[in-house]
Every structure is written in structure tokens, then in C-alpha cells.
């Protein structure tokens, strides 16, 4: 069965308190690892997309890696308006390739 | 551009009420996909289209309908709400090529 499972659950940081976020993932043939980041009340907004190991991804304090059962979301001295809810999900070799996501990890970042 | 856009954004239903959620998007793209959020559960597939006139079942369909009957407008209903249909729906597209999803803004139910 395909899973996804992020963490920590939560994370508080200081501001410019560098940190990752985990992703672990069991996919029979992934079709992509995605980043999503959810503010509260709204849709997820894209961030990353990886296709295979090794593979690396950078935005402004964000970085997102790729191994073949994990994936890591770096946040380089984070600031306050980095808070907010960072998903993870596959993309399924099935169902029209939708993603399975996993239950996310909220940041927050106090100055 | 308004990407994806979805109607109502909120709406109360008491048990047994039926209403249809409308998911639009100006992109041009082939996929849409209808998604639930409960907490401590992460979001889940309900339904999805690859394409106009075609639907499919997704992880957790039992209790919705959709239909696709133009390209940019995929229609999610619910014939008589129950209250574990309390959640929020996201809708969300992508092209036919690249995998990344973009979601709309989403609809928050809530049936009594």
C-alpha cells in the first residue's frame, strides 16, 4: 500500500534556528515527490517537485532532497513568515496519478 | 488569470440536504481532482476526471457524485449529507504532462 508519513508533527523554531522537515514514503513506482505549503484556511500552494534520488530543489530559505525512501525539506534561518503547515505527497501509479499525501508538519517561527 | 476557483466557500447543510460544489478552472487543464481535509488526517481522493465527460472513484467516494461535463468545471455533489461529510474540499488540476496539482481556495461544510 502506497504511505506517506511526515515528521515531526510540529515544530517550533527560533528565528534563523535552521531545521528539516522529514517525508518517508512507500510508492510502488513514484511518479514524483511533491512539497506543498498550506496556510491556515487555505489551498496548498505548490513548492517542489523531485522525480528521482539525488535530486535537489532550492527557494529563497527552502531546500527539498530526494532519496529513495525519504525525502528532507531543509529551512535555512527561518523567519516568521515561514510558518505554516509543509506537506509531502506521491504522485500514485494509479487514479489518473493523484497524490497520497501525508498528515504534514506545522511550523512555526517566533522572533 | 483566476487559476482555480471554487463555490460556495462556506456552507452549513442540516442532515439529508443535498447541494453541489462547483470547482472551475481557466488553465486548460485536463486533470481535476476532488480532495477532503480532516484533521489528523491528512487530505484524501474522493473523485477525479482525466478529461472531459470521464469521472472516476477515489479513495473515499461513498456518499458524493461528480460530473465533468465541460473541461473546466468538475462538480462534486452530495445527494443527502451526512455529518462524517463535515470537512473541507479542495479541488485541484494539473496538465496532462508535468505532475505537480494546484489547488483552489477551498469549500468549508459543515452538516448538523
Known amino acids: 500500500e502506497d504511505q506517506v508519513t511526515q515528521s515531526p508533527e510540529a515544530l517550533r523554531l527560533q528565528e534563523g534556528e535552521s531545521s528539516s522537515l522529514n517525508c518517508s514514503y512507500t510508492?510502488?513506482?513514484?511518479?514524483?515527490l511533491f512539497w506543498y505549503r498550506q496556510d491556515p484556511g487555505k489551498g496548498p500552494e505548490f513548492l517542489f517537485t523531485?522525480?528521482?534520488a539525488g535530486e535537489e530543489k532550492e527557494k529563497e530559505r527552502l531546500k527539498a532532497t530526494l532519496t529513495k525512501k525519504e525525502s528532507f525539506l531543509h529551512i535555512t534561518a527561518p523567519k516568521p513568515e515561514d510558518s505554516a503547515t509543509y506537506l509531502c505527497?506521491?504522485?500514485?501509479?494509479?487514479?489518473?496519478?493523484?497524490?497520497?499525501f501525508g498528515k504534514g508538519t506545522t511550523l512555526s517561527v517566533s522572533s | 488569470n483566476a487559476g482555480v476557483t471554487q463555490t460556495p466557500k462556506f456552507r452549513v447543510l442540516k442532515t439529508g440536504q443535498s447541494m453541489t460544489l462547483l470547482c472551475a478552472q481557466d488553465?486548460?487543464?485536463?486533470?481535476m481532482y476532488w480532495y477532503r481535509q480532516d484533521p489528523g488526517m491528512g487530505l484524501r481522493l474522493i473523485h477525479y476526471?482525466?478529461?472531459?465527460?470521464?469521472?472516476a472513484k477515489g479513495e473515499v467516494p461513498d456518499g458524493y457524485n461528480v460530473s465533468r461535463l465541460k473541461k473546466q468545471n468538475f462538480l462534486l455533489g452530495l445527494e443527502s449529507a451526512a455529518p462524517s461529510q463535515t470537512s473541507v474540499y479542495f479541488c485541484?488540476?494539473?496538465?496532462?504532462?508535468?505532475?505537480?496539482?494546484?489547488f483552489g481556495p477551498g469549500t468549508r461544510l459543515t452538516v448538523t
Open positions: 485541484a488540476t494539473r496538465t496532462s504532462g508535468r505532475g505537480e496539482q494546484y
Open positions: 510508492v510502488s513506482g513514484l511518479r514524483g
Open positions: 523531485l522525480y528521482s
Open positions: 505527497a506521491v504522485g500514485a501509479n494509479q487514479a489518473g496519478t493523484a497524490l497520497i
Open positions: 488553465m486548460n487543464h485536463e486533470y
Open positions: 476526471s482525466v478529461g472531459e465527460g470521464t469521472t
